[in-house]
């Protein structure tokens, strides 16, 4: 039993840290239509940014996420307006095979910009364990919790009451009718990328903290997936308990039927769901006209 | 003097060219890759395997997403069930080596309807991310299947001898990789000139509207799946020979890119194109190690401590840069010099 909770919990922190990426991976299709597989090279510069950050410049807390989440809205809009815009009105197949050579070249970056060996955040916080009964918890462990709720809460909040949400929205379902109801599509697409790396980055630092930083980081993009396909890929409330479920499952898998199965289990399960509900748990369903 | 093209029957509008000189110019260039490999050095020769084999998976990678436009990012799980399904039936087993072939094409189709059954229902995205996660499970199924695939060791695989023919040396090997190559190469060109292919087209242009004209979707769509895994599973095969060692390393992810890349730089939808691709990105980074090093040994020292790096982001930098400013790929480009060759002052 005590195992059982000890998986599900460890599997609640990383499924959180899911859910962020998928997150991300939402607010960019719910604002421009297109996956962007950039998203775990994104969420990995991040954390190898804050932690150059940490080691040259400050171990704070507050100074690294600072530096962190500015550098990341800086990516966000760089990747926005040097490779995104100019392929704007572009077809899908096009711009999402922008962000797969983009994320090819991200990944290989690190290796140039930074080295191959993994490297641990020390931050000073985060490690320790909280003990609920006999169950230990790491701080950071909560925190990445806590902090997908606040941040689903937030942006849930934002797509649905502001303006510029609704905007967003506009745009992503046509652009061309967003452009002549007076809505600046390239402010919206810049913002709504910032807004993702800035997420991306949340969830990186997070993993950094509880666990390492390493070149191999990205692989948490493409086991995000699962995560954004299950909740559905315009759906961002969807993609955090998507996030939650995949590392639940995957911690069980791992748990229960060995470390092999671990890896797979989340791809695994979005076949199952996919052929069941083609659109994900939460997403909405496209209606064509011809 | 030729003033247009005027086809007066339907058999002359599909057949694969009007024109003597390309069936001239085919076929010289046919003969002179027969006799280069006995000229050149095993350098050399082994660009000339490795775009031969390319080849053949890049052209099976064509068929679903340049014919039929189904964006597969798990082309890699073909390629490697391609090789282990031949390495298993001939190293394992001791069977002929043609068996091993057809075993590495009829495996890796099995395991395509496994992933093409759920893309009748997906669209787009989805699709492409279900592939990615086929390719991700394969590997952990071939990592699991100990008895069967000696799990992570792999398996070593021999040069085959068909029909009595050795293929051990380096030339027979590449005249080998040159008969797939061409038969490929001519089973693609007569797929997309027939009905099959022309209802590939229609699913790619229109997938509505093409099955309001008749076409079932779930059968090509399956179809075309298939038939790209059966392509893909050979060039794999091939690969795993090439490599004398069949193993999930030997095939990382960085191969779907690869594959992509080469259906973009070349030009979506075309075999010309799939040809022309795999040319230019397999020789691009052995091309730009040469420039570099004419500047620096320091750059060279670059290049070989961390050539995998470098490699892929250079097909990033040319993905992005070819749907950026050719689109059509290098057969576009291709297609507008002859015509300005042609038509020259004129602008048509």
Known sequence: MQYLIQLLISGLAIGAIYGLIAMGFAVIYKSTGLVNFAQGEMTMIVAYIAWTISTTVSGNVFVVAVGAILTAIVLGLVIERVVMRPMLGEPVFATVMVTIGLAVILRSSINFIWDAYPHGLDLGVGRDIVRIGDIGVRTGQMAVIATLLLLLAAVWAFFRYSKFGIAMRAVAADDRTALLMGISATRVHAIAWAASSVIAGIAGVFFAISYDLSPAMFQLGLKSFPATILGGLDAVLGSGVGGLLIGITENLAGGYLGSGMKEVAGFAMIIVVLMIRPFGIFGERDIERV | ?348
């Open chain 2, 1 to 348: 003097m030729r003033s247009g093209d005027f086809k007066e029957t339907y058999g002359e509008l599909v057949a694969l060219t009007d024109s003597k000189p390309v069936w001239l110019w085919s076929a010289a260039l046919v003969a002179a890759l027969i006799v280069a490999p006995f000229l050149l050095n095993s350098y050399i020769l082994s660009f000339l395997i490795i775009i031969l084999i390319t080849v053949v998976g890049a052209l099976g990678l064509n068929i679903l997403t340049g014919y039929t436009g189904l964006i597969s990012l798990g082309h890699v799980g073909f390629l490697v069930t391609g090789a282990y399904a031949y390495a298993v039936v001939v190293s394992k087993y001791g069977m002929p080596p043609l068996v091993g072939f057809l075993a590495a094409g009829i495996v890796p189709a099995l395991a395509s309807l496994v992933v093409g059954a759920p893309s009748l229902r997906l669209k787009g995205l989805y699709l492409a991310i279900t592939t990615l996660a086929f390719s991700f499970i394969i590997n952990t199924v071939i990592l699991e299947a100990r008895t069967l695939t000696n799990g992570a060791r792999g398996i070593p695989v021999q040069r085959p001898k068909i029909l009595g023919v050795s293929f051990d040396s380096d030339v027979a090997f590449t005249h080998l990789c040159l008969g797939f190559a061409i038969v490929t190469l001519f089973a693609t060109l007569n797929i997309r000139r027939s009905r099959v292919g022309r209802a590939f087209v229609a699913i790619r242009d229109n997938d509505t509207a093409a099955r309001v004209m008749g076409i079932n979707l779930h059968a090509y769509k399956l179809f075309a799946f298939v038939t790209s895994a059966f392509i893909t599973g050979i060039a794999g095969a091939l690969y795993g020979i090439y490599l004398s060692f069949v193993s999930v390393e030997g095939f990382p992810f960085l191969l779907s890119i690869e594959a992509l890349a080469i259906l973009i730089v070349g030009g979506l939808g075309s075999a010309l194109g799939a040809v022309l691709g795999t040319i230019l990105i397999v020789l691009l980074p052995e091309a730009t190690r040469m420039v570099f090093s004419l500047f620096s040994a320091q750059m060279d020292a670059l290049f070989s401590t961390g050539a995998q790096e470098l490699k892929s982001m250079l097909y990033g930098l040319v993905i992005i840069l070819f749907l950026r400013f050719q689109p059509r790929g290098l057969v576009g480009a291709w297609h507008d010099i002859r015509r300005l060759w042609v038509n020259w002052p004129l602008r048509y």
